[in-house]
């Protein structure tokens, strides 16, 4: 069953350093166009915090895509520093509209194509990103969770995934860090200060690797977006299974 497929190699998770006298945070990232995928890494790497990795086969900025083997290397230190991955379909199209019970309209953004996709088809595309991660990280960590394109899910694409085993898991209203708004006018030093300012505990953030569109790239500001949350009390944990 394609749930207990995804929860194959679950772990524990390991203490963590931080004292969450503030409270907890929980990181996710979306592939996007992953031009400051090792920038983001380091960071998350020396301030020791582990998030979920939402997986699309997405273009990206050296010509190839996000889950091809040439991106191995880089999902396999993820996982290998404790990172947990989860389904973002595997074309990165949109859901527009359902077409009646177990049915739901699934188009792209990219005029490369739509069509109705049905509870197997549904099931086929969430799973497609796991098993190209399980071709290059056969040990990786996978929830059994799932993040439309964009956040956006139909009634019916919802209710066909719980049927495929995986719960859609959105984020919080506080935790749109604002890696795909336009630099012009959303620079990165008001992004850092809304984001310092207004994130609780129990956020559900959500950012990309990059993200092609913005000529200021957020990465600039990671490290102090991190740091600053962790010295205002927060830390950060790596979505539960049955996601938040």
Request: charged letters at 25%; hydrophobic letters at 40%.
């Amino acid at each position: 069953m394609l749930r207990r497929a995804l929860l194959g190699g679950l772990l524990a998770s390991p203490a963590l350093s931080q004292t969450c006298r503030r409270g907890t945070l929980y990181l996710t990232i979306d592939t996007g166009w992953s031009r400051e995928a090792e920038q983001i890494a380091e960071v998350l790497r020396r301030r020791e915090v582990r998030a979920t990795l939402f997986l699309a086969q997405e273009p990206s900025f050296r010509g190839d895509r996000t889950l091809d083997a040439s991106w191995a290397p880089f999902w396999r230190a993820r996982a290998a520093e404790g990172h947990v991955f989860a389904s973002h379909t595997w074309r990165h199209w949109y859901f527009a509209g359902d077409a009646g019970p177990g049915r739901t309209r699934y188009a792209s953004r990219r005029q490369e194509g739509a069509e109705l996709l049905d509870q197997a088809a549904l099931c086929a595309e969430l799973a497609r990103p796991i098993e190209a991660l399980r071709a290059m990280v056969p040990d990786a960590t996978v929830l059994p969770l799932w993040r439309a394109p964009g956040g956006i899910v139909t009634p019916e694409a919802r209710r066909m995934a719980t049927a495929c085993g995986l719960r859609h898991q959105g984020w919080t209203a506080n935790g749109f860090l604002g890696d795909e708004l336009a630099s012009e006018t959303h620079p990165n030093a008001a992004l850092l200060q809304r984001n310092l300012d207004k994130i609780r505990d129990g956020e559900v953030l959500v950012m990309h690797w990059g993200v092609r569109s913005r000529r200021e790239p957020f990465a600039g500001i990671f490290d102090a977006l991190i740091g600053g949350l962790q010295a205002r009390g927060f830390c950060f944990r790596p979505l539960p299974p049955h996601g938040v």
